[in-house]
């Protein structure tokens, strides 16, 4: 026997968050790993 398909809505379906701290962090966790970078080839 085949069960029928369940729809959810989108924001049920979700089990995070929908701020964008996650972009914020990445840009800034990638830019300080540049700049040691930087430091430790220019030493």
Known sequence: ???PEKH???????SG???H???YVL?????????VMLF????
């Open 27 to 35: 840009g800034i966790s990638l830019a300080l790993a540049v700049i």
């Open 1 to 3: 026997m085949v069960e």
């Open 8 to 14: 959810i809505a989108t924001e049920d379906a979700r």
């Open 21 to 23: 701290v996650v972009r």
């Open 40 to 43: 430790v080839l220019w030493r």
């Open 17 to 19: 968050s929908t701020e």
